[in-house]
């Protein structure tokens, strides 16, 4: 592992990047760090946000000098040397795979994509070496996905597929963004899957729709109630193909605001996962199964 | 109250912003020219952060429905109370029933309106600024549409008190078609040729139609990337990486093919090199910027920039030693 680079990012913040490539042992790491930054409330630091394999301090320059706040940031990755337990949410995600709106949206911007005789989910597919759509799905979902960073715009969360980096399943971005998706659509690019929680530009490939929501700005539904957000850094969620019955009866709670999403909070040991990730996911699994 | 018969191209309630949620990727919005909007707020006696308008390149028409102060911050912008023509940078009375209005923007792109006790829609996260794609803060997370009634705060001076009051013309921004804004370089900006890098702050940069709250795209030389394999995660892109937070004023080439700097509606992450980030006090010179503005960059040490950012608390001190406001009590909290 490189040397940890701290950088200024303008009179405001600082950059603090562990490594250029991804990486789960580094996220496992930073976000111990993140969480111990947020505990210690260090004078002028006014947040933190963890990313995939970096993390950004915003802070008042009037209470601390950046390179004084970089000497703390420095001791503090020097105490920590392995994450710790991680609190880490398992959340289940409802996903209406190849589902009428992102084919629709994708058609409308087919002239944006590598291969529009295709659908978006058919090109994931074939540039992974699938031929069977429920082969595809049942890979696709055979594990959970690591929220290893959250942001863009409010409730995006980047998972990333809790697999060794030779099985990641890839895709490209479109060649040119799209200036419209559907808000819930369900995406992936690069190594990670996203779900687009409003209304907007994106160049994630389409592949399905996600019956719950992952930004309530009305605070609607009873869980996200004061938080806005469903996805926490450190969260695992577990997608789960459902059909267009099942879908609409989910889209129906939603819209009653009677929706509870299936979450079940569990300590999650990085140093476990490490050492042997089938093993410790299956541990996991049976954990929550029981709980 | 304020009634809103004309809303303007894009009027939006904001105050100094949201801190604390860019962690979820909720971006702070609020005023994007800090000092136009600070001075708005001190001349009708407001704490500096008490919620405003921003209005952008033209201007609404609204009723007032009870007796207070208005003032007219930011870009040159035409100004009327009950058709006579009203100076900017001044505190005015206002009288049950007047009718304000403001056209269009004959120098810079955007106009501020204070009234003596703020805007009172309610706070949402600790702060009353709208923030559009979000849907959320504001008046119902959006922009303000003919027919909106704005509710006002209790004044926090006797509005006597501020009556007549201007800022000293020599504070007052004027804005230009062709602005120089400093810049601390680094975060991605080693993966960037360096001769790039050269480019970059040599170059007379042109805003482009593309530029909002979000962000403003500019159009000048292209960007060469160095050599080497793309990270694992990044994507193919040599513009690609792997997904990191931006900071607010930060720089971004995406395809190395424009430069993008994110403003106080910014999305909080991504994953597009970023090559360095505009210094805060500097952000007030693009706020006012339009399309066709020529922009140039010009490299700066931290130092520098924590030099700009009290001289420009300065300026706003030397504003309120005019006025005669010696209680510092609105900027606590900030």
């Given at each position: 592992m490189s040397e940890t680079r701290y950088d200024y990012g303008g009179d405001e913040y600082l950059?603090?990047?562990?490594?250029?490539?991804?990486?789960?042992?580094i996220n496992f790491k930073l976000l111990s760090i993140c969480r111990e930054i947020e505990r210690r409330r260090i004078p002028g630091v006014i947040e933190v946000c963890p990313a995939n394999a970096s993390y950004l301090v915003h802070f008042r320059p009037e209470e601390t000098?950046?390179?004084?706040?970089?000497r703390t940031l420095k001791d503090l990755e020097r105490e920590i040397q392995s994450a710790e337990t991680l609190t880490s949410r398992l959340v289940d995600i409802p996903v209406l795979f190849d589902d009428p709106w992102t084919q629709e949206c994708a058609k409308r911007f087919a002239d944006r994509h590598q291969d529009p005789s295709v659908s978006n989910l058919e090109y994931l597919m074939r540039v992974n070496g699938y031929s069977s759509k429920e082969e595809f799905i049942t890979a696709y979902c055979d594990?959970?996905?690591?929220?290893?960073?959250?942001?863009?715009?409010?409730?995006?969360?980047?998972?990333?597929?809790?697999?060794?980096?030779?099985?990641a399943i890839q895709a490209p971005k479109y060649i040119r963004p799209r200036t419209d998706t559907p808000e819930r659509a369900v995406a992936h690019a690069g190594v990670f899957l996203c779900i687009y929680p409003v209304q907007g530009p994106g160049g994630y490939q389409l592949i399905g729709m996600s019956a719950v929501p992952v930004y309530d700005p009305e605070e609607h539904l009873p869980d996200l109630k004061g938080r806005y957000i469903l996805a926490n850094a450190g969260d695992r969620w577990q997608?789960?193909?459902?059909?267009?019955?099942?879908?609409?009866?989910?889209?129906?709670?939603?819209?009653?605001?009677?929706?509870?999403?299936?979450?079940?909070?569990?300590?999650?040991?990085?140093?476990e996962y490490m050492r042997d990730p089938e093993l410790y996911l299956k541990h996991l699994r049976e954990e929550a199964a029981h709980a | 109250m304020l009634n809103i018969l004309e809303p303007g191209l894009l009027t939006t309630v904001q105050d100094l912003g949201r801190l604390h949620w860019y962690h979820i990727g909720m971006p702070p919005s609020g005023a994007l020219d800090d000092f136009s909007f600070r001075v708005s707020n001190l001349l009708v006696g407001n704490p500096e952060?008490?919620?405003?308008?921003?209005?952008?390149?033209?201007?609404?028409?609204?009723?007032?429905?009870?007796?207070?102060?208005?003032?007219?911050?930011?870009?040159?912008?035409?100004?009327?109370?009950?058709?006579?023509?009203?100076?900017?940078w001044r505190a005015h009375a206002l009288q049950p029933g007047d009718r304000v209005s403001l056209g269009g923007v004959r120098r810079g792109a955007r106009a501020y309106i204070c009234l003596a006790g703020g805007i009172t829609v309610s706070e949402r996260l600790g702060s009353r600024s709208t923030y559009m794609l979000?849907?959320?803060?504001?008046?119902?997370?959006?922009?303000?549409?003919?027919?909106?009634?704005?509710?006002?705060?209790?004044?926090h001076t006797s509005p006597g008190a501020m009556l007549g009051r201007t800022c000293d013309p020599a504070l007052i921004p004027v804005p230009q078609k062709e602005i120089e804004v400093r810049v601390v370089m680094g975060m991605c900006s080693h993966r960037v040729a360096p001769d790039s890098l050269k480019d970059f702050l040599a170059a007379d940069w042109e805003v482009s139609t593309e530029a909002d709250r979000i962000g403003y795209r500019l159009k000048g030389p292209t960007f060469e990337f160095n050599a080497g394999e793309q990270p694992f995660g990044a994507g193919a892109d040599p513009s690609n990486v792997v997904d990191l937070g931006y900071p607010i004023g930060s720089i971004q080439i995406p395809g190395g093919l424009e430069a993008i700097v994110l403003l106080n509606d910014a999305v909080t992450g991504g994953g597009y090199t970023t090559i360095g980030t505009v210094i805060t006090a500097d952000l007030d010179l693009i706020a006012q910027a339009s399309p066709g503005c020529h922009v140039r960059f010009?490299?700066?040490?931290?130092?520098?920039?924590?030099?700009?950012?009290?001289?420009?608390e300065t300026r706003i001190e030397q504003v309120r030693l005019a006025l005669g406001i010696f209680d510092q009590a609105g900027m606590l909290g900030q």
């Open positions: 950059l603090v990047v562990f490594s250029e490539a991804m990486d789960l042992a000098h950046p390179d004084a706040l970089i594990r959970p996905y690591w929220i290893s960073m959250v942001g863009f715009v409010p409730g995006t969360a980047w998972c990333y597929r809790m697999c060794p980096p030779e099985q997608f789960r193909p459902i059909d267009m019955d099942e879908y609409n009866d989910i889209r129906s709670e939603v819209e009653a605001g009677s929706y509870r999403y299936r979450i079940i909070e569990q300590d999650f040991r990085p140093d | 952060d008490a919620a405003g308008l921003e209005v952008t390149y033209s201007g609404p028409s609204f009723e007032v429905t009870s007796e207070g102060l208005i003032a007219v911050t930011g870009a040159d912008i035409a100004f009327t109370i009950n058709n006579q023509p009203a100076a900017q979000g849907r959320f803060g504001g008046l119902d997370g959006r922009k303000l549409e003919a027919g909106d009634c704005l509710p006002l705060g209790t004044p010009r490299e700066v040490t931290i130092n520098e920039a924590l030099q700009a950012r009290r001289e420009r």
